[in-house]
């Protein structure tokens, strides 16, 4: 069989599945344990912030572990929307529906404005600076669409918010992104990055989570206090260790990958 749906899901890399292995047969502890067996599975699962980090131009504090991407943009979404009347939220009409159904399901409490698109899909960035006001809470957009292919011009896009609304959250969902462009928060001014490791030829199930460290982001499951009390719950070692493991070989051959791509 020959696979061509990369944008759906990825094989999962042999090296992937070998750290998993090893993460459940053989260094199971649970990370928020207090004896060494344990502790020393938090320090490992902290070098996989410190990896994402690393590629994406954050510090490793601000990356949080997860399910995938629909819970990220859910989080992303219902943690930075405020009960204040008057506010409005700013999206496309093309998004994941991990993003345009959450719209839906906000219309009746806040005004959804969508931007507007060329014939390609790319965002016009004067509709960001006509959108966007002293009301907007947040702007959520794909880095990358996940059926056009098209890859958005995040650092004018960013740029454009901020001019209108210093305040106003950016979220950026970048499950097509990650791993096969360079990202720089800090630059294109993203607040919040969405990833999913089953993108990126990790397994199914694990996903990440930035949030800028000033942004005051409600958590979206509560429970024992992992992940600095921003989302509860054990965490996945052996996926995490997986995502550490794919993500560096996505981004160490990023230049030879964009290379095979202009030949």
């Given at each position: 069989?020959?696979?061509?749906?990369?944008?759906?899901?990825?094989?999962?890399?042999?090296?992937?599945?070998?750290?998993?292995?090893?993460?459940?047969?053989?260094?199971?502890?649970?990370?928020?344990?207090?004896?060494?067996?344990?502790?020393?599975?938090?320090?490992?699962?902290?070098s996989?912030?410190?990896?994402?980090?690393?590629?994406?131009?954050?510090?490793?504090?601000?990356?949080?572990?997860?399910?995938?991407?629909?819970?990220?943009?859910?989080?992303?979404?219902?943690?930075?929307?405020?009960?204040?009347?008057?506010?409005?939220?700013?999206?496309?009409?093309?998004?994941?529906?991990?993003?345009?159904?959450?719209?839906?399901?906000?219309?009746?409490?806040?005004?959804?404005?969508?931007?507007?698109?060329?014939?390609?899909?790319?965002?016009?960035?004067?509709s960001?600076?006509?959108?966007?006001?002293?009301?907007?809470?947040?702007?959520?957009?794909?880095?990358?669409?996940?059926?056009?292919?098209?890859?958005?011009?995040?650092?004018?896009?960013?740029?454009?918010?901020?001019?209108?609304?210093?305040?106003?959250i950016?979220?950026?969902?970048?499950?097509?992104?990650?791993?096969?462009v360079?990202?720089?928060?800090?630059?294109?001014?993203?607040?919040?990055?969405?990833?999913?490791g089953?993108k990126?030829?990790?397994?199914?199930?694990?996903?990440?989570?930035?949030?800028?460290?000033?942004?005051?982001?409600?958590?979206?499951?509560?429970?024992?206090?992992?992940?600095?009390?921003?989302?509860?719950?054990?965490?996945?070692?052996?996926?995490?260790?997986?995502?550490?493991?794919?993500?560096?070989?996505?981004?160490?051959?990023?230049?030879?990958?964009?290379?095979?791509?202009?030949?």
């Amino acid at each position: 069989m020959i696979y061509l749906d990369n944008a759906a899901t990825t094989k999962v890399r042999d090296e992937v599945i070998d750290i998993m292995v090893k993460y459940l047969k053989e260094n199971y502890g649970n990370p928020s344990s207090l004896y060494d067996f344990g502790y020393s599975v938090s320090k490992d699962i902290n070098s996989c912030r410190e990896v994402i980090a690393k590629y994406i131009n954050c510090k490793a504090e601000e990356v949080f572990f997860n399910s995938c991407a629909t819970e990220g943009n859910n989080t992303a979404i219902f943690g930075a929307i405020s009960s204040a009347k008057g506010k409005n939220i700013v999206s496309t009409e093309i998004e994941h529906s991990s993003v345009f159904n959450v719209y839906k399901f906000l219309k009746e409490k806040k005004e959804i404005r969508f931007l507007k698109l060329d014939e390609l899909g790319y965002i016009d960035i004067e509709s960001v600076k006509n959108l966007v006001d002293e009301n907007t809470e947040i702007v959520s957009i794909a880095y990358v669409h996940n059926e056009l292919g098209i890859i958005q011009d995040v650092e004018s896009i960013g740029k454009a918010i901020k001019e209108k609304n210093k305040k106003c959250i950016f979220h950026v969902d970048s499950a097509q992104a990650f791993g096969k462009v360079n990202i720089d928060v800090k630059k294109s001014k993203i607040d919040i990055l969405t990833l999913s490791g089953h993108k990126i030829h990790a397994q199914k199930g694990i996903g990440a989570i930035y949030v800028n460290k000033n942004i005051n982001l409600r958590p979206f499951v509560l429970g024992g206090g992992q992940e600095k009390d921003f989302r509860s719950g054990t965490e996945n070692v052996a996926g995490i260790m997986g995502l550490k493991v794919a993500t560096e070989f996505m981004y160490e051959n990023l230049d030879n990958r964009k290379n095979i791509w202009k030949t």
